[in-house]
């Protein structure tokens, strides 16, 4: 494997979960927001990975041997589970029940997502920073 596969998967990973963290950090700012431009409440994203070739050259290469993959964002879903209902009559956004269309975001679940990404994100960090070393290492050792 070459050193500067390691960079380039270790990079992929880095811009998926920078993407993850996006996301995640928009649901928790969002996590109270009854009224949106579309109508209704927030809706809940979610970020999908898959496994993606690293650039053209490696397609080209992966055809005639086992190539290394990086990974890369596929899709941002929105959740269409039904909003929860809080019953507060006097919030502007009330319908004639009393009731407020609230986002379904669980901010819990959505830190509990947050620290995952993050450590994944600093699991990446080190990568680089091992393949550094051991680059830095190699060239002591040819001098």
């Given at each position: 494997?070459?050193?500067?596969?390691?960079?380039?998967?270790?990079?992929?990973a880095?811009?998926?979960?920078?993407?993850?963290?996006?996301?995640?950090?928009?649901?928790?700012?969002?996590?109270?927001?009854?009224?949106?431009?579309?109508?209704?409440?927030?809706?809940?994203?979610?970020?999908?990975?898959?496994?993606?070739?690293?650039?053209?050259?490696?397609?080209?290469?992966?055809?005639?041997?086992?190539?290394?993959?990086?990974?890369?964002?596929?899709?941002?879903?929105?959740?269409?589970?039904?909003?929860?209902?809080?019953?507060?009559?006097?919030?502007?956004?009330?319908?004639?029940?009393?009731?407020?269309?609230?986002?379904?975001?669980?901010?819990?679940?959505?830190?509990?997502?947050?620290?995952?990404?993050?450590?994944?994100?600093?699991?990446?960090?080190?990568?680089?920073?091992?393949?550094?070393?051991?680059?830095?290492?190699?060239?002591e050792?040819?001098?």
């Amino acid at each position: 494997m070459d050193i500067l596969n390691t960079f380039q998967i270790s990079g992929s990973a880095l811009r998926a979960q920078s993407q993850r963290l996006n996301t995640i950090s928009s649901n928790l700012a969002n996590a109270e927001t009854t009224s949106t431009p579309e109508g209704g409440p927030y809706k809940k994203k979610s970020v999908y990975f898959q496994s993606a070739p690293l650039s053209f050259k490696e397609e080209l290469d992966g055809k005639m041997k086992n190539s290394m993959q990086g990974v890369a964002v596929t899709k941002i879903i929105e959740d269409n589970t039904a909003p929860r209902k809080v019953y507060n009559p006097s919030h502007p956004d009330a319908g004639e029940d009393g009731y407020v269309e609230m986002p379904n975001i669980s901010t819990l679940e959505e830190m509990v997502d947050m620290m995952s990404a993050t450590r994944s994100y600093q699991a990446n960090v080190t990568s680089i920073k091992m393949a550094k070393r051991m680059a830095l290492k190699a060239l002591e050792i040819g001098r």
